[in-house]
C-alpha cells in the first residue's frame, strides 16, 4: 500500500513537472511574440513619421542625417516649439486619463 501511495505521488510530481515545462515554454512563447508586435509598433511608428517629416523636407535626398537632425534642432529648440510640445503632451495625457477611466 505505501508504494502504490509513493508511485502515484511520483507520477503526480511528474505530470505536475511536465505541466511546469510546458507553462515555461509558453510563457516564453507569449513574451517573444510580445516583443515582436512592440517592435513592429514602434517600426510603424517611426516610418509614419518619417515620411511626414519627409513632406516637409524640399529635397529630402540631398539632405544628410546631419542635416535634417540640425533643422530639428533649430526648429524644437525654440521657447515656442517647447511650449507647443508640452500643450500636446499634456493634452494627450488627459485624453489618455478620460479614456481609461
Known amino acids: 500500500m505505501p508504494n502504490e501511495k509513493l508511485e502515484k505521488l511520483k507520477h503526480d510530481q511528474y ?8 507553462a ?6 507569449l513574451e ?8 513592429s509598433e514602434r517600426t510603424h511608428r517611426l516610418c509614419t513619421r518619417a515620411g511626414m517629416l519627409e513632406t ?3 529635397e ?10 540640425e533643422l530639428l534642432t ?9 511650449k507647443k510640445l508640452d ?13 481609461g477611466s
Request: net charge positive.
Open 15 to 22: 505530470v505536475a513537472e511536465k505541466k511546469l515545462t510546458a
Open 24 to 29: 515555461k515554454h509558453r510563457e516564453k512563447r
Open 32 to 39: 517573444s511574440e510580445l516583443k515582436r508586435l512592440t517592435r
Open 56 to 58: 516637409f523636407l524640399r
Open 60 to 69: 529630402p535626398t540631398i539632405l544628410t542625417d546631419d542635416d535634417v537632425m
Open 74 to 82: 533649430f526648429l524644437f529648440h525654440g521657447e515656442a516649439a517647447q
Open 87 to 99: 500643450l500636446l503632451i499634456e493634452n494627450r495625457k488627459k485624453m489618455l486619463e478620460t479614456d
